[in-house]
């Protein structure tokens, strides 16, 4: 892929899963990535492996996605240790999964900030450098529940729409100074989160942790769950010259879960 090389690559929530294999792809593409996340320990391992795997430059930080003046230091300290960000991907944290009623006020508070308020703050942050620039990507990674509402998905499903029309309307604002906005929407990939899902799947119903993927499984056309390095693929090509004119969309990545014909 063209135009990654050498670019500056902030990645949220990186420490596990779909950030960390996207920090993975980007880093092994040339780019010099920034992840962070909340665990010290789990970000600084997660920064070292990716640097042994590609030889790239990995830079981490500690901060929660969820506290305003975390994500502000966390955006300095990228800009002080690399440069200006050229390319933004906003990986979040797991929303509690839950009933309605069972969601407290002070959970969507929190969900709200680290879902919405987040993508706000590092937006802004990022888009006046990618401005002068003439040049700048911006990737948010959201879910299938933008596209298919789930039972027990009230705060991923409305907060995450919420991210996906804040990402069409700046792809209007800042398409003439270069700069794409685009947000995916993936399915079930193969992460730790996945596994607990399983866990808890395979408790409720008393079934096998086996039996419980199998179930999650058939209702995948694929008939496999996504690796997160398909995700990252993804999001490097969003990245790339070769996506230049790809901007203000939404991109699902789930085996075809997703079946609607818009
Ligand atoms: N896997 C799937 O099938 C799937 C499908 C659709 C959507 N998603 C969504 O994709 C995102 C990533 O999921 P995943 O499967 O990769 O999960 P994961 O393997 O559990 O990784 C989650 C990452 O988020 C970090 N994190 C959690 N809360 C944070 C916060 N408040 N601030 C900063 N970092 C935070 C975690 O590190 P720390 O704990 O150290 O902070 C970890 O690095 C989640 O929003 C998830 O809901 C996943």
Partial sequence: MKGLSNK??????????????????????????????????????????????????????????????????????????????DFLIVNYGDPKVAPFMDISEEEWDTSINMIVKSSVIMARNVLPGMSEKGDGRIVFVTSLTTKQPLENFAISASLRAAVVSLSKVLSIEFAEKGITSNSISQGYIMTPRLESIAEKNAKKFNISVEQAYDALKQGIPAKRFGNPEEIGYLVSFLCSDEASYINGTNIQIDGGVVRFPF
Avoid: N, P, Q, W
């Fill in 8 to 85: 500056v690559a902030l990645i949220s929530a990186a420490s596990s899963g779909i950030g960390k294999a996207i920090a993975k792809v980007m880093a092994s593409e040339g780019c010099k990535v920034h992840i962070f996340s909340r665990d010290e320990e789990k970000i600084r391992k997660s920064a070292e492996e990716i640097s042994k795997e590609t030889g790239g430059k990995v830079k981490y930080s500690v901060g929660d996605l969820s506290k305003t003046e975390d994500v502000k230091r966390v955006l300095s300290e990228v800009k002080k240790e690399s440069g200006e960000i």
